[in-house]
């Protein structure tokens, strides 16, 4: 996870640093992620210099809808393993006792 930090943030700077990009993305740093992850998951393909999307706006907003819903799922996962050891825990301290 915290590599995946790592890249959004590098992510977000190549984003702060480029005036093109935030004029393409509407100055919306989130959308900018969301379409590099949508690119690195083979979702997307970028022509030109400057990364020219070939890709609709809904298609785009789905594809960022679903990279929201995956880390949603991924958190909750987690969250569900983290829950299930404090159960283990529980039931085997139960046991000893």
Do not use: W
């Not at 907003?61 to 799922?73: A, G, P, Q, V, W």
């Amino acid at each position: 996870m915290e590599a995946k930090k790592e890249i959004e943030e590098k992510m977000r700077a190549e984003f702060k640093a480029s005036p093109y990009l935030q004029a393409e993305f509407g100055g919306d740093v989130e959308d900018y992620v969301a379409f590099k992850k949508a690119e690195a998951a083979g979702r997307v393909q970028a022509y030109g210099s400057e990364g020219c999307s070939m890709m609709n706006a809904e298609e785009f907003n789905d594809s960022m809808e679903l990279e929201r819903l995956n880390e949603k799922l991924e958190a909750n996962e987690a969250e569900l393993k983290r829950l299930r050891g404090l159960q283990n825990n529980s039931v085997a301290e139960d046991e000893t006792n």
